[in-house]
T-cell receptor, first 114, second 113 residues
């Protein structure tokens, strides 16, 4: 079964440093997403990406965040200057063209900011 | 404010019993709902979805019921197995044409052998 692959599985970074979280979506999918989940809390939407541009973003997704699809397979989330409160699980997801909105999530990257 | 919420944080059932996980939503304009299962250390896994023009949808051992009158969603798991132990989230799509999902708080299902 096709999978969304995320790397690394765990990243530790110092406050103020830049991090890039990487994702390989399912190959024939057209919609790409980042969500995050702070420990013990809800899964929260960050951003969606379609046709090489951001289609939706939440209020969490401020100027410190950016996304990119640098080639035909990767989808990245960059946090420019990490803060302690950015510590969370970050999930990438992808979805195909179609009427429903359920999509496939990766296993996540646990980001720890120290 | 508007929210997707769950009634119980933890549900413990005996193996073989049926499980019912509930979810309340407050936005009557939501048109699409999904149940996800999240096992420890993994991402949410799609279980079943339902559109607002339906009351019930069945999958393999799972049934989702939607009561729009009281804005209530439930997930029924038949013959619960140890492998069903996980956190279950309901999620809604609140705005037709937008694909962002709003997740509820999650219910932990514990299956006792």
């Amino acid at each position: 079964e096709p999978e969304v692959t995320q790397t690394p599985s765990h990243q530790v970074t110092q406050m103020g440093q830049e991090v890039i979280l990487r994702c390989v979506p399912i190959s024939n999918h057209l919609y790409f997403y980042w969500y995050r989940q702070i420990l013990g809390q809800k899964v929260e939407f960050l951003v969606s990406f379609y046709n090489n541009e951001i289609s939706e973003k939440s209020e969490i997704f401020d100027d410190q965040f950016s996304v990119e699809r640098p080639d035909g397979s990767n989808f990245t989330l960059k946090i420019r200057s990490t803060k302690l409160e950015d510590s969370a699980m970050y999930f990438c997801a992808s979805g195909g063209q179609g009427a429903h909105y359920g999509y496939t999530f990766g296993s996540g990257t646990r980001l720890t900011v120290v | 404010g508007e929210s997707v919420g769950l009634h119980l944080p933890t549900l413990s059932v005996q193996e073989g019993d049926n499980s019912i996980i509930n979810c309340a939503y407050s936005n009557s304009a939501s048109d699409y709902f999904i149940w996800y299962k999240q096992e420890s250390g993994k991402g949410p896994q799609f279980i079943i979805d339902i559109r607002s023009n339906m009351d019930k949808r069945q999958g393999q051992r799972v049934t989702v019921l939607l009561n729009k009158t009281v804005k209530h969603l439930s997930l029924q798991i038949a013959a619960t197995q140890p492998g069903d132990s996980a956190v279950y989230f309901c999620a809604e799509n609140r705005d037709t044409g937008r694909r962002a999902l709003t997740f509820g708080s999650g219910t932990r299902l514990q299956v006792q052998p």
